[in-house]
């Protein structure tokens, strides 16, 4: 950090939430996160509304952090963001889990082969999580931004991570928040748990006009040693894509799929 904050908070508020107690840790997920869903710099003036914190923790916590390498702050505005080394742990991570570094290289390949938005997925909790994305070269391009979190019920890869859960199970990870559809219905644990189900032994699931009435999403899943959907790989889709090239890209979809479970399996990954 350039330069040290001003802090006029009390010692003893620096040790306390304004709701319960919260531990240190908690906070920096949290500071982390918000991060992560704000997809850019955040000022620091904004962070204690933003966190429900005293100010003086959130800067405490901001210094610390930022010393070690995992924030940095720049300008004048105090702008807040990751720092370099969050990049060095996931460029690390990358190199420990096959599934996510092949399924990286086989969207950037998918997209330029078939002019397609091509994603690769992984799942959070009762999230889907976008780990890489590749926009199509379409001349009105379906975007697919990189660290989104969808709610499992909104999407096909949903149906795959899910398939080898029971219902109890599968209700335990869905959050309240992941619970109501796009268009505000709650969702039918009990129906979407079934879908989930009938998904175990397929190679594909595909989700029509869900998020967007425009688009349909197409999945394949990645499985790990265990025989587990760890990630998907997926196309995003005009909805009035003709009925030939689907099918061709249902078949490219489904070998992706196969060719990075099988050569990541050789070399003993999962994610």
């Not at 904050?5 to 304004?18: D, F, G, W, Y």
């Not at 309240?176 to 879908?195: H, L, Q, T």
């Not at 196309?235 to 689907?246: N, R, T």
Request: positive net charge.
């Amino acid at each position: 950090m350039e330069q040290s904050l001003t802090r006029k908070a009390s010692p003893a508020k620096t040790r306390m939430a304004r709701g319960p107690r919260e531990r240190g840790v908690d906070r920096v997920l949290k500071l982390f996160s918000f991060l992560q869903s704000n997809g850019g710099p955040a000022r620091l003036a904004d962070l204690p509304r933003a966190l429900d914190a005293p100010k003086s923790t959130i800067y405490d916590l901001v210094n610390i952090l930022s010393g070690a390498g995992l924030l940095e702050v720049r300008g004048k505005d105090s702008a807040v963001y990751f720092g370099k080394l969050i990049y060095l742990y996931g460029s690390s991570y990358l190199r420990a889990n096959d599934i996510i570094a092949r399924g990286r290289e086989m969207v950037d390949a998918l997209a330029r082969e078939t002019g397609e938005t091509s994603e690769l997925c992984t799942r959070l909790h009762g999230k889907q999580v976008i780990a890489h994305a590749r926009p199509g070269s379409r001349p009105l391009r379906i975007s697919s931004e990189i660290g989104s979190r969808i709610p499992l019920p909104w999407t096909a890869s949903g149906r795959l991570m899910l398939s080898h859960l029971q219902e109890p199970e599968i209700a335990a990870i869905l959050e309240p928040d992941d619970r109501r559809m796009p268009d505000g219905k709650p969702v039918d644990i009990a129906a979407f748990a079934a879908e989930c189900h009938a998904h175990q032994k397929r190679p594909l699931a595909k989700t029509v006009g869900m998020i967007s009435r425009f688009t349909q999403c197409l999945a394949a899943p990645i499985f790990n040693q265990a025989g587990l959907v760890e990630a998907t790989i997926c196309f995003v889709l005009p909805i009035d894509i003709p009925e030939q090239k689907m099918r061709v890209l249902e078949a490219r979809l489904v070998e992706a799929s196969e060719t990075i479970s099988l050569a990541s399996n050789r070399c003993g990954s999962s994610v």
